[in-house]
Every structure is written in structure tokens, then in C-alpha cells.
């Protein structure tokens, strides 16, 4: 009458062990595969920077968290960049007087240059054909912020708050991986900016003062080689469930011992 429950508790604990076993190696191909994707050499993305001491500077942080002020100069740059290469930086120098010279100062409104460089042909994806670069001056709410001030002259296409497109380019994609960054001249050569006769010409279709910008646009800046899985919280589920099913066996091979 005991061999029942022995071979039930033998069985019970063979499966145990496989179950685990099955666990463990597919959290470890789980983890292996995530960090493939994280390591791609390079990727194709609109990089986000500020003119600062008569320089472009990467922003340190998402254009949903800076908010310029008046006489500011924001800078987007489509390009490919490897993890390891210096960004790429817009081709055109800001000047706030060129950008904005023609708009006057409002109560309870700012206006903030705007430099976009859609980048070169060679790195755009799908042979897609890459604007001229181009200025333009946001007139909008003294506290907006530099995703709203993108918003006022450009159309956006987000993706989870990430800014993937900027008037239409690139027509899909986000932060994509690329096989190998190319090679760039340092500095690059410089590119001349098409600007408008006014703030009413920043964005095609509007016409008068830049509306509202859009709410919650760009709310961080692009992380490339994110979403592989996170390896340590991985590791740690499956050594406790393993633990713990080896304590359970033992403590069924007593069981029987003392039985």
C-alpha cells in the first residue's frame, strides 16, 4: 500500500526538478537574447541637444523635462550614432537672432529657437529622402517645455514618449538598431538652415501664433538598446524556485526514510 505514494512523491519530485530545469534554461536564453539586442554597435535616431557657451550640448535629460527660457536655442539631429562615437550634432550654429528676430516678445508667452537637421541620405532608412535643414521660432506659454516648443513648429510622431519623427521622417521606426555606425568627419561640415519669414510660416498648415503645443510630447529622450530583458531580477526568481524545490525534495526523501 505504500508504493503508491512513494512512486506519487518520486514522480512529483521529478517533475519538480524538470520544471526547473526548464525554467533556469529558458531565463538564461531569455537573458543571453536580450543582451544580443542591447549590444547592437549603433543606432539610427533624433538626438536631442541645447545651445549652450556658443555650443551644442546633448541634453542630459528628456525634452519633456527642460523647459527653456526666452532667447533659448533647442536642437534636434537625425542621425546614426554607435554607443561608443560622439553624438551627432546639428550642422548649423543657433542664432537665437536669426531664428526669432522678427517675432516680439508677449506677456506671459516666450519664444525659443528652433534648429532641426533631418541628417543625410546615406542613413536614412528605406531610401527615404531626408528634408533640408531648417530653422524655426516657437511663440508659446512662458512655462512649456522643450517637447511642447518641438510640438508649436513641427509635427511629432512619438512612440511610448520617445520622439521617433519629425515632420514625416522618418515614416516608421524608433531609435532602430544599425549593424555598424559610419564613419564621420570631425567636425562635420556645416549646413545652412532654410528659415521662415516669421514664426506664422514655423509649422506648414498654421497660420498666425503657434497654438497650444501638444501635451506630454517627447516626455524623455531616446534610449537606445533598451527593452532586453533585466537579467539579475531573472536570475533571482529562478534560484529561488530552484532552492526552494530542493528543499521541498528533501524534505520528502525523509518523509519516506522515517515512514
Not at 503508491?4 to 519530485?13: E, I
Not at 544599425?178 to 506664422?200: F, G, Q, R
Request: proline share 7%; aromatic share 6%; net charge positive.
Amino acid at each position: 500500500m505504500r508504493l503508491v505514494p512513494k512512486v506519487t512523491r518520486r514522480s512529483a519530485a521529478a517533475f519538480l526538478l524538470t520544471t526547473l530545469a526548464t525554467v533556469l534554461a529558458a531565463g538564461l536564453l531569455a537573458t543571453t537574447v536580450g543582451a544580443g539586442v542591447a549590444q547592437a554597435s549603433a543606432y539610427r535616431y533624433w538626438g536631442f541637444f541645447q545651445w549652450k557657451d556658443n555650443a551644442w550640448k546633448m541634453a542630459s535629460v528628456g525634452p519633456g523635462s527642460v523647459i527653456p527660457k526666452d532667447g533659448a536655442v533647442d536642437g534636434w539631429r537625425f542621425a546614426v550614432s554607435g554607443e561608443k562615437s560622439p553624438p551627432r550634432l546639428p550642422r548649423a550654429a543657433a542664432d537665437f537672432a536669426e531664428l526669432c528676430g522678427s517675432s516680439k516678445a508677449q506677456a506671459g508667452k516666450k519664444r525659443v529657437g528652433v534648429v532641426l537637421d533631418y541628417g543625410v541620405a546615406d542613413e536614412a532608412p528605406g531610401g527615404q529622402q531626408p528634408a533640408k535643414p531648417r530653422g524655426a521660432c516657437a511663440v508659446v506659454d512662458a512655462k512649456a517645455t522643450s517637447a511642447q516648443v518641438l510640438a508649436a513648429v513641427a509635427d511629432v510622431r512619438e512612440q511610448k514618449s520617445l520622439v521617433c519623427g519629425i515632420d514625416g521622417f522618418p515614416s516608421s521606426g524608433c531609435g532602430d538598431p544599425v549593424k555598424k555606425a559610419p564613419a564621420v568627419a570631425s567636425p562635420e561640415p556645416t549646413v545652412a538652415l532654410a528659415l521662415p519669414a516669421s514664426h506664422t510660416d514655423a509649422k506648414a498648415g498654421r497660420k498666425g501664433e503657434a497654438g497650444e503645443p501638444r501635451e506630454g510630447a517627447g516626455d524623455r529622450a531616446v534610449d537606445a538598446g533598451s527593452g532586453g530583458l533585466p537579467v539579475l531580477p531573472v536570475v533571482a526568481v529562478i534560484v529561488v524556485l530552484l532552492g526552494g524545490g530542493l528543499l521541498l525534495l528533501r524534505r520528502r526523501r525523509n518523509a519516506d526514510q522515517g515512514a
